[in-house]
């Protein structure tokens, strides 16, 4: 079908107007189902005659003097006759308007369907991701307390010095595996451009070595930190240093010391 020629034919604006026969009134309504072009246009077309109707209605603003201009001219005025209008003529136009309604409502309600199945979608990944985490969070915790309740760890207690007394911490130290799992909590956040720094000292001589950095301090939220240690350790002290660790400790800023007890 040609929707352009059909268009230009004029006979949508008859069907309008309701100066068409039931049989091609229903022809049309047809169409208009089966085609959004027919319907929008019947649309517009409408919308053209309520405006037109309001522009030229005696209410409106200069109507009187554009009355008054004809009547000057002595312009023969032709009264417009009330139109006859098939019921069916407005049986297709709430038909077609609804069905219009009724296609918009439609894909409305399919997007938003759309919308709502992709964010369950969503907080079940981010459910499952949480799950996960949790295990793995559990297990984790049950292998840190089996380690720290071996009865061949080694405990030593880092307490606070100088002008940081407040300051803690705890160092398990499994010798078997050369690990120790250091239990900050007790230390502050590293101030920014500073990171804490985990030294393993022999004391006599004093000899410190440095057992690494702890870049994630501010971020962890358990604050327990698993460290390798091949040394034989008489000690444990933790400096705060400039970020990327220094190749010594910084003495005024040791803020925890505690000496091994191998006797524990």
Same mark, same amino acid.
Do not use: C, H
């Given at each position: 079908?040609?929707?352009?020629?059909?268009?230009?034919?004029?006979? @949508?604006?008859?069907? $309008?107007?309701?100066?068409?026969? %039931?049989?091609?009134?229903?022809?049309?309504?047809?169409?208009?189902?089966?085609?959004?072009?027919?319907?929008?246009? /019947? +649309?517009?077309?409408?919308?053209?005659?309520?405006?037109? #109707?309001?522009?030229?209605?005696?209410?409106?603003?200069?109507?009187?003097?554009?009355?008054?201009?004809?009547?000057?001219?002595?312009?023969? &005025?032709?009264?417009?006759?009330?139109?006859? #209008?098939?019921?069916?003529?407005? !049986?297709?136009?709430?038909? *077609? +308007?609804?069905?219009? $309604?009724?296609?918009?409502?439609?894909?409305?309600?399919?997007?938003?369907?759309?919308?709502?199945?992709? !964010?369950?979608? +969503?907080?079940?990944?981010? @459910?499952?991701?949480?799950?996960?985490?949790?295990?793995?969070?559990? /297990?984790?915790?049950?292998?840190?307390?089996? &380690?720290?309740?071996?009865?061949?760890?080694? *405990?030593?207690?880092?307490?606070?010095?100088?002008?940081? *007394?407040?300051?803690?911490?705890? /160092?398990?130290?499994?010798?078997?595996?050369?690990?120790?799992? @250091?239990?900050?909590?007790?230390?502050?956040?590293?101030?920014?451009?500073?990171?804490?720094?985990?030294?393993? @000292?022999?004391?006599?001589?004093?000899?410190?070595?440095?057992?690494? !950095?702890?870049?994630?301090?501010?971020?962890?939220?358990?604050?327990?930190?698993?460290? $390798?240690? /091949?040394?034989?350790?008489?000690?444990?002290?933790?400096?705060?240093?400039? *970020?990327?660790?220094? #190749?010594?400790?910084?003495?005024?800023?040791?803020? !925890?010391?505690?000496?091994?007890? #191998? %006797?524990?």
């Amino acid at each position: 079908m040609d929707i352009k020629a059909y268009i230009e034919s004029g006979i @949508l604006e008859l069907y $309008v107007a309701g100066k068409l026969s %039931e049989t091609e009134n229903e022809e049309i309504y047809q169409l208009l189902k089966q085609y959004p072009e027919l319907l929008q246009e /019947v +649309i517009d077309i409408e919308g053209a005659v309520v405006k037109l #109707t309001a522009a030229v209605s005696p209410r409106a603003k200069g109507f009187e003097s554009i009355e008054a201009r004809l009547k000057a001219d002595d312009t023969k &005025v032709v009264e417009l006759q009330p139109r006859a #209008t098939s019921w069916i003529s407005y !049986t297709g136009w709430a038909a *077609a +308007i609804l069905l219009a $309604v009724g296609l918009f409502w439609t894909q409305s309600l399919n997007t938003g369907l759309e919308q709502e199945l992709q !964010t369950a979608d +969503i907080e079940n990944q981010y @459910l499952e991701t949480q799950i996960e985490d949790a295990k793995t969070d559990l /297990v984790a915790t049950k292998n840190l307390l089996n &380690v720290i309740r071996d009865k061949d760890i080694i *405990a030593v207690p880092l307490g606070g010095q100088g002008n940081y *007394a407040s300051s803690f911490a705890k /160092v398990y130290w499994n010798k078997a595996d050369n690990t120790i799992y @250091l239990d900050a909590e007790g230390l502050p956040d590293a101030p920014e451009g500073k990171v804490w720094q985990v030294w393993s @000292l022999t004391l006599n001589p004093l000899t410190p070595t440095s057992l690494g !950095t702890i870049d994630d301090f501010n971020t962890d939220d358990n604050k327990i930190f698993t460290i $390798v240690n /091949v040394n034989e350790s008489q000690a444990f002290g933790i400096t705060l240093e400039p *970020a990327g660790g220094s #190749t010594s400790p910084t003495m005024d800023q040791l803020y !925890t010391l505690g000496v091994v007890n #191998t %006797e524990s």
